[in-house]
C-alpha cells in the first residue's frame, strides 16, 4: 500500500461531515453544523460539552455595582461553576485532512489558557501533550484555537483508515476520545 | 394535613460563547459605533439534560445577532435585546427598575394582545444590559429575565410522567414533541381526554371553558430546570398567560408539566418529565402588569445581584495574540526539546546594539525571534539608498525620508512585533585618535554620559559597529560595568563573533573550569581575552592598518545574516549557562573537533570564546584566547585608570592613542619588536590557541 498520507479533498471532507451531521441528527447527539451559503470554505462541524468545577475568583471591581436583593429570586445555591468545552471539526487546506479543535471558556465567555486546558483534561503530568494539542489560528473563523497537531493525521488516515467509507469517522473515534470527546459507537455504520 | 408550599422557580445561568464577544466587538467598532439603540438578539437554551449538567443553562454566541434565528438540534431559542451603553458610566447609572418595566412592557404586550397564544415563544424573553470596554477587551454585562411578580403559585404535588402515561405513550409523546414547529415548541397543551394522547398548541386554551375537566390537560412547556422540586424560570410567564386569558383558572388545581427531555441510548425521550399539580392565584391582572416592577436580573457569580465582567484581553487584543503567539512558540520549543530553557531570562535581558547596520538589523531580528522584549539601538548615521536591500529592518521610504537608522529601526521592529519595547539613540560614539575640538565638547561628553548610561542599564552589550575604534569605548564600559559583550565583525568573506571576558574583582567570581578532556583546553571567564586583546596597537589608525571592519567595508550580502544570528546564538548560549558571562571556554588543541568529547556546557551546547567564519571554505573555527594584561581596552589598567579619572581619561584618549599605548606599556612592546605584525583574522595560523 502506498497510501500513507492520503490527502483528502475538501469535497470530501463536506461529504463526510454532513454524513456526520445527518446522523448526529438522528441520534439527537448535538453536532452543529456551520457554514454560509455563499462560502463554501466556511464548513465544518462543532459540539459543545458541559463540565462543572470549582467557582472562579471575582472581580473586585463589580462588588460596588451589586445591588440589595428586594425581590423573590430564589438564590439556588449554584456553587458549581460551569465550563464549556467546544470541539471543532475542520478542514485544514494546508495538510489536507480534518483538525480538531477545542476551545474552552467560563461562563462568562472568557477563554482558557492551552495550560488550563490541559489541566482540565488531565493532561498536566503527560509527557507527550505539547505534541498532541498546540494552538493554531481556527482555518475558517481565523482565531486561535487548541488544536489537534494535524502533523500526524494524514498518515493515520492514510495507513489506519485508508478503507473506512468515513475516514473522519475513524480518524475521530481514534483521538477525540483522548481530549475528552466520545464519539457514539453508532457512528461506525458510516464506516463501512 | 401538610402545609402547602409555594412553587418556585429554577433561574436561568447565563453563558456567554466568547464568539458572542467577538462578534459584539465586530458590530460596535463597525456598525453601531457610538449608536446606543437597542438591538434585537437571540438566546438559546435547552430541555435535554446535557452530560451530568445540572444548570439551567442560557446561552449566547455570535448567532444571537443573526436576523433569522438558527438554533440547532434540541435548542429552543428566546427572543432578546442587547443594551449596550457606551460609557461605564452609564452601565452603572442606567435606571434598572425603569429600564426592566420598559422591557418588561414588551412581554405584557405580547400576551395582552394575543400574539403570544399565536407565537408562544414571544414569552421567552431576556435582554442584556452591556458596556463594552473596547480599549481593555472588558465586557460588563447583567441579563434579565423579566417576569411578573407577585404570582403566589401553591405545589400540591410532584408526579413523575411515568407514573401517569404509559411507557408508549410516552414515546409517542416524544416523537409528537420533535414534530412541532420551534414557535410551538415552547409552550403547549396536552389533552388526554381521547385515548391518543393529543399535542394543542397553546392557542387551544381559548376553548376552554369554566366547565372544562382541567384534569384532561396538561399545560406543557419545554422546561430548562432539571431540578426535581423547581419548574424553570419562563413557567412564571406561562402562569401569567394562564390567567390573563383564562381568569377561570384562578383557584383551580391545573397539571404544570415540565417537559424535559433526556436521552435513552440512541433515542430522545421525555419520561425525565415532571407534572406540578399546582393552584393557581386568585389575583387581579393588573397586579402583575409592568407597572408593577418585574422581576428577573440575574444574581451574579457570588449569588449577589449585580453584573459580570468578562475580560477578553488576551483573546481578542491583537497585540495580545500576537505577544501570546511568540511566547508560545517558544514555549513548545521549551516543551519540546528543551524542558530547561530558561525563557523568562531571554525574555527580559535587555539588549543593547551599538550599530544599526546589517549587522544590527540581522542581530535584532534574531533577537525578536527569541522573544526579547528589550532592544535598544544606538547609531550616528542616516538610512542611505544602499541600505534597505541588505539591511533589513528598512526599507525605501527611510531613505527618501533621511530618517536615523537607530529611531528607524527601533520603529520598525514596533512594526513588526507592537510587544517589544524598542528605542533608537542617534548619536556618534567617540573614539580614541580622534581629537575633540572646543565645540564638541558639550556634545562628546553628552554621548559619553548617554553611552555609559545605557551600558550600564542595559545586560548584553552588542558590538556592531563598522568601525575597529568606536568599539574601543563601548569594550572598556562593558567590561568595567560587568556586562555580557558580543562582539561582531565582518570582513569580505569572514566573520568573526567574540564574547569578551567577564571583569573579576573578586574569587567568587572566578569559574575554574573542570576539564579532563584530553586535548582540550579552556580558559576561565574571568581570564577570557576581549577584541582588543590580540592587538599589539592602539586603536585609533585603522584607516592605515588591514582590519575586518574597516570603513566601507564590502562584504558578501549573507554574511551579516549568518554573523548576526551567530552573536545572539552566542549570547543565548551564554545566558543558559550556569555561570553566565563566566563561563569557561574550551577549545581544542590538535585536530579533534570542539563539542564532540566535550560534555555539553549549557543546554544549548557549548559556549565557545569565539567563532570565526570563513565562507570560502563555509567553515567555522573556535578559537579562544586569553586575556592580555597590556590589552588597551580591558586590562586592569586601563579599568583602574577609568575608574580613578572618568571623563578626563576618556578625553585623553580621545586626544591620542598613543596615551593608551604609553599607559599599557605597549610603547615599550613595541620598541622591542621590529617588524610589527597586526593581528588579521584573515590569516588563519595565527594566534597559538588554534591549530589548523
Ligand atoms: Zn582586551
Redesign the interface.
Known amino acids: 500500500m502506498d497510501s500513507t498520507n492520503i490527502c483528502m479533498t475538501w469535497d470530501s471532507f463536506v461529504n463526510y461531515v454532513v454524513e456526520i451531521k445527518t446522523l448526529s441528527d438522528e441520534l439527537h447527539d448535538e453536532w452543529e453544523f456551520h457554514g454560509e451559503s455563499d462560502n463554501e470554505n466556511s464548513i465544518y462541524i462543532s459540539k459543545k460539552l458541559h463540565k462543572t468545577f470549582q467557582p472562579a475568583a471575582i472581580d473586585e471591581e463589580l462588588i460596588n455595582f451589586e445591588e440589595d436583593a428586594d425581590e423573590d429570586i430564589p438564590n439556588m445555591e449554584n456553587k458549581s461553576v460551569l465550563l464549556t468545552l467546544e470541539y471543532h471539526v475542520a478542514f485544514h487546506p494546508t495538510y489536507s485532512c480534518p483538525i480538531l479543535c477545542l476551545n474552552a471558556w467560563n461562563m462568562n465567555g472568557s477563554l482558557l489558557t492551552l495550560e488550563e486546558c490541559w489541566q482540565h483534561l488531565g493532561f498536566s503530568d503527560c509527557d507527550y501533550k505539547y505534541n498532541m494539542l498546540t494552538q493554531m489560528d481556527h482555518p475558517v473563523l481565523m482565531r486561535p484555537f487548541l488544536t489537534v497537531h494535524p502533523c500526524k493525521t494524514g498518515d493515520l488516515i492514510g495507513t489506519s483508515f485508508h478503507k473506512s467509507k468515513n475516514p473522519i469517522v475513524s480518524w475521530l473515534s481514534a483521538v477525540a476520545p483522548i481530549f475528552g470527546l466520545k464519539i457514539l459507537p453508532e457512528y461506525a455504520k458510516l464506516t463501512f | 394535613m401538610e402545609k402547602t408550599k409555594l412553587l ?4 436561568f ?10 462578534k459584539l466587538t465586530e458590530i460596535k467598532l463597525d456598525i453601531d459605533k457610538l449608536n446606543e439603540n437597542s438591538r434585537k438578539i437571540w438566546g438559546y437554551y435547552s430541555n ?1 439534560t ?2 451530568a ?3 439551567p ?1 442560557f446561552e449566547v454566541d455570535s448567532t444571537s445577532f443573526n436576523t433569522e434565528c438558527n438554533s ?3 435548542y429552543l431559542f428566546a427572543h432578546g435585546i442587547l443594551l449596550n451603553k457606551n460609557t461605564i458610566e452609564q452601565f ?1 447609572d442606567c435606571n ?1 427598575t425603569e429600564l426592566i418595566q420598559n422591557e418588561s412592557r414588551r412581554v405584557w404586550n405580547y400576551i395582552a394582545s394575543g400574539e403570544a397564544l399565536n407565537n408562544p415563544s414571544l414569552l421567552n424573553f431576556f435582554f442584556i444590559l452591556s458596556f463594552a470596554d473596547l480599549k481593555k477587551y472588558h ?3 447583567w441579563f434579565c429575565f423579566p417576569a411578573p ?1 407577585r404570582i403566589s403559585v401553591n405545589l400540591l404535588e410532584i408526579v413523575s410522567i411515568n407514573s401517569i402515561f404509559e411507557k408508549d405513550m410516552i414515546n409517542r409523546l416524544s416523537n409528537n414533541y420533535q414534530g412541532l414547529d420551534q414557535q410551538q415548541k415552547s409552550f403547549f397543551v396536552i389533552n388526554n381526554s381521547t385515548t391518543n394522547l393529543e399535542i394543542l398548541p397553546i392557542k387551544s386554551i381559548r376553548t376552554l371553558e369554566v366547565t372544562s375537566n382541567l384534569q384532561e390537560y396538561y399545560f406543557a412547556f419545554s422546561d430548562s430546570s432539571t ?1 426535581s422540586e ?1 419548574p424553570g424560570w419562563f413557567a412564571r410567564n406561562y402562569i401569567a398567560l394562564l390567567l390573563y386569558n383564562c381568569p377561570f383558572l384562578s383557584e383551580k388545581t391545573i397539571n404544570l408539566l415540565a417537559f424535559r427531555l433526556s ?1 435513552d441510548g ?3 425521550n421525555c419520561s425525565s418529565s415532571i407534572v406540578f399539580k399546582i393552584i393557581l392565584p386568585k389575583i387581579n391582572i393588573q397586579d402583575i402588569n409592568p407597572e408593577n416592577v418585574w ?3 440575574e ?14 484581553k ?2 481578542i487584543d491583537p497585540k495580545c ?1 500576537a505577544e ?2 511568540v511566547d ?1 512558540n517558544l514555549k ?1 520549543m521549551k ?2 526539546l528543551l524542558p530547561e530553557i530558561n525563557l523568562e531570562k531571554i525574555k527580559h535581558a535587555k539588549c543593547l546594539l551599538l550599530g544599526s547596520g546589517t549587522l544590527g538589523c540581522s542581530v535584532a531580528r534574531t533577537l525578536l525571534g527569541w522573544g526579547v522584549r528589550n532592544i535598544t539601538f544606538v547609531d550616528n548615521a542616516l538610512v542611505s539608498f544602499s541600505n534597505p536591500v541588505r539591511q533589513s529592518l528598512f526599507i525605501y521610504e527611510d531613505c527618501v525620508k533621511n530618517r536615523s537608522k537607530a529611531e528607524a529601526a527601533a520603529e520598525r521592529l514596533k512594526n513588526i512585533f507592537p510587544g517589544v519595547n524598542s528605542k533608537g539613540y542617534n548619536f556618534s560614539i567617540p573614539m580614541p585618535g580622534h581629537p575633540v575640538g572646543e565645540s564638541l565638547l558639550p556634545q562628546t561628553k553628552e554621548s559619553v554620559q548617554i553611552l555609559t548610561d545605557l551600558i550600564s542599564e542595559h545586560d548584553i552589550i552588542f558590538l556592531l559597529m563598522d568601525s575597529r575604534e568606536s568599539r574601543w569605548l563601548p569594550t572598556l564600559l562593558g567590561t568595567y560595568f560587568k556586562k555580557i559583550v558580543i562582539n561582531a565583525a565582518l570582513g569580505f568573506d569572514t566573520y568573526l563573533i567574540m564574547r569578551h571576558g567577564f571583569r573579576s574583582e573578586n574569587e567568587e567570581d572566578i569559574v575554574v573550569p573542570e576539564t579532563s578532556m584530553e586535548r582540550v583546553k579552556s580558559i576561565p571567564g574571568h581570564k577570557l581575552g576581549c577584541y582588543f586583546c590580540n592587538d599589539v596597537t592602539a586603536p585609533g589608525n585603522s584607516l592605515k592598518d588591514r582590519t575586518l571592519d574597516q570603513q566601507c567595508t564590502v562584504t558578501r550580502p549573507g554574511i551579516s545574516a549568518i554573523a548576526g544570528a551567530l552573536a545572539v546564538e552566542l549570547a543565548v548560549s551564554l545566558l543558559q549557562h550556569p555561570n553566565g558571562a563566566k563561563a569557561p571556554a574550551h577549545y581544542k588543541i590538535g585536530n579533534q573537533e570542539l563539542g564532540e568529547e566535550t560534555h555539553e556546557e549549557c543546554i544549548l551546547g557549548i559556549v565557545p570564546h569565539s567563532i570565526r567564519g570563513f565562507l570560502t571554505t563555509y567553515t567555522h573555527v573556535l578559537p579562544a584566547t586569553e586575556k592580555y594584561k597590556h590589552c588597551v581596552a580591558c586590562s586592569d589598567i586601563i579599568l583602574d585608570e577609568y575608574q580613578k579619572h572618568g571623563y578626563d581619561f576618556l578625553l585623553r584618549v580621545f586626544d591620542s592613542c598613543k596615551y593608551l599605548e604609553d599607559l599599557t606599556g605597549l610603547s615599550e612592546i613595541h620598541k622591542e619588536i621590529t617588524d610589527l605584525e597586526v593581528w588579521d583574522l584573515e590569516d588563519t595560523t595565527d594566534g597559538d590557541e588554534e591549530s589548523e
Do not use: A, D
Not at chain 2, 8 to 11: G, I, M, Q, V
Not at chain 2, 299 to 312: H, S
Open positions: 418556585e422557580y429554577f433561574p445561568s447565563s453563558s456567554v460563547n466568547p464568539s458572542f464577544w467577538h435535554l446535557f452530560n449538567c445540572k444548570i443553562l440547532q438540534n434540541n452603572k434598572k465586557y460588563y454585562y411578580p431540578s423547581h436521552r440512541n433515542e430522545i422581576l428577573g436580573w444574581r451574579n457569580e457570588r449569588g449577589k445581584f449585580g453584573p459580570r465582567l468578562c475580560n477578553m488576551t483573546s495574540l501570546t503567539s508560545l513548545l516543551w519540546q
